[in-house]
């Protein structure tokens, strides 16, 4: 029981302090990689619409780094992500921030919750990060419509060279009670 860091020392050189994991890690059992991602939300970001930054680290069984890949998109609100045999699979939940509840937040007069809503007139998309090589650029897979895809099921790349991505997809969500309050 704890923080992971303090369980294994050696990750405090890699996460400093403060920094932010999403509720889910992965193993790949092929290359027995113990896979965790970081998630920052960038304010101001781009046009003071706020940036998500997500970070993909991969251990070895020594927990040693062995991999490791940054990537930054417009701001996202995402729970879960998916690991393939290739690819980090994020799903891009397009989301707006809410300018005067982040005041409120800062000052303890609200829950983060309420610092964001879903942008429901826009088209959600997976991101496609490769993890094997920084220089191959990040595939976008828009939707025809607006989705909030909070927790991946069994999600994988076939012998054709496809995706099959299972999950939990909601087409519209307004936040509340999430936290049990």
Known sequence: KGRLVDIIPKLKKVF??????????????????????ASKMDIPGDQFMGNTTMRFVEFDTNFDVVAEREYSTRFIVFHDWILTQNYYVVPENPAYLKWPEIAKFVIGQTVG?????????????????????????????ESDTFFNLFHFG?????????????GCVFDRY????????
């Open 113 to 141: 919750t309420d610092v964001f809503a879903m942008e429901e007139e826009t088209n959600g998309s997976f991101l496609l990060i490769p993890r094997h090589d920084s220089n191959e650029p990040v595939r976008r897979v």
């Open 154 to 166: 069994a999600s994988f790349e076939n012998d054709k060279n496809e995706m099959i991505i299972n």
């Open 16 to 37: 400093p302090d403060g920094t932010d994991f999403l509720a889910h890690a992965r193993f790949d059992d092929e290359r027995e990689r113990f896979v965790m991602c």
């Open 174 to 181: 307004t936040f509340g009670g999430e936290m049990g309050f």
